[in-house]
């Protein structure tokens, strides 16, 4: 919006479209997972609400906002319901990150750019469709109009869901909103969330959530000098410090966090003169083979004893790590009451869904 202030200062006029003229209304009820700033916890809220929809016996088809690369032509509509799929659609990591938690749970995502189509083709899903699960990037607001809006706010960033654009407009919209990560959040990041939740959406529910981890092999790392790898879009424009890497590493005991910074290669330098605050971690960049062939040579050259692997995706499937190395997986769970079975409870019944 800043950018906004200097056009508008030169003179010129500009058009910015909201939901009411972008959104496509689907046939199907529509539920949608938003945040305001990347890196707060959607792919967890949508798999928990995904999880309880599908335990209800009904059939969930996911869409995710777009990450097109490469030939925009070919990637019309996607549907991705199995690991091959992903070979199959020339995913860059990034996209991986985002589609393999869904399939590997037993749901359909589909993705693209032609969202029109994309909607079509899964409400005919030949898997069934009995609700979609739109699925947000970054902190932007949905493609399609929702039935419930869930917006997702990171106590550790607290007053970011007031100043950034369009996260705000993404808060603004909610039904519900998660407050996530109130484990490991200082009172006072809480707090200040919570009223400014309270001033921009005061009709919203408000769930109480934390980010729980856990590892393949704690062993792995207690005790041991570690190299941290985390999603990279919640380090570089997500502006965060720590990851669920850096988390699990300090809960399973680690002795050390390793800077990765004297051991990077290739194009993953310019990561780092881009974003020169991630500091000692190593952000999993793979929008390309030569990305990702750096990502495995800076893996393989830093000195250490262990690799925690922070993002939602097995890396040793696309890349060969030869240092021990464990997984961190995280989940969303909700704090006391309200909670999302009380939510999609009222869901399923004002839809006829049972």
Not at 35 to 61: P, Y
Not at 109 to 136: F, Q, S
Not at 268 to 276: A, K
């Amino acid at each position: 919006m800043s950018v906004g202030a200097l056009v508008n200062a030169a003179g010129a006029n500009f058009i910015q479209l909201g939901p009411k003229d972008t959104q496509v209304k689907s046939t199907k009820p529509v539920i949608s997972v938003g945040a305001v700033r990347t890196g707060c916890g959607k792919s967890q809220t949508s798999r928990r609400i995904i999880e309880i929809l599908m335990a209800k016996g009904l059939k969930v088809v996911a869409i995710r906002h777009p990450m097109p690369y490469g030939d925009i032509a070919a990637q019309k509509v996607q549907r991705f319901a199995s690991l091959s799929d992903l070979d199959k659609h020339h995913c860059t990591l990034e996209e991986m990150e985002e589609y393999e938690p869904h399939v590997v749970r037993g749901n359909v995502i589909y993705a693209g750019v032609d969202y029109e189509a994309i909607v079509r083709a899964a409400e005919a899903d030949p898997d069934g469709c009995d609700v979609i699960l739109w699925d947000g990037g970054n902190n932007d607001f949905p493609f399609y109009r929702s039935d419930l809006h869930v917006t997702v706010v990171d106590p550790h960033r607290p007053g970011h869901e007031l100043t950034y654009y369009p996260g705000n407009v993404t808060l603004r919209l909610s039904d519900v909103v998660v407050i996530n990560k109130m484990d490991s959040a200082d009172a006072e990041g809480i707090e200040m969330v919570r009223r400014n939740i309270a001033s921009e959406v005061p009709d919203a529910i408000v769930i109480d959530g934390a980010s729980t981890l856990d590892v393949d092999d704690p062993a792995v790392i207690r005790g041991k000098t570690v190299l941290v790898v985390e999603d990279g879009p919640t380090l570089t424009h997500g502006e965060m410090k720590i990851g669920a890497g850096v988390v699990a590493a300090q809960k399973f005991g680690a002795a050390e966090l390793v800077d990765p910074r004297p051991y990077i290669v290739g194009r993953l330098r310019e990561t780092f003169e881009t974003y020169p605050k991630i500091g000692c971690l190593l952000p999993a960049m793979g929008y390309g083979e030569q990305q990702l062939k750096d990502l495995e040579a800076t893996i393989n050259a830093t000195e250490c004893d262990a690799v925690v692997i922070g993002t939602p995706i097995d890396l040793n499937r696309i890349i060969k790590i030869d240092k021990p190395n464990t997984r961190v997986y995280y989940n969303l769970q909700e704090i006391g009451r309200p909670n999302f079975d009380m939510v999609l409870d009222d869901f399923v019944k004002k839809y006829n869904l049972g």
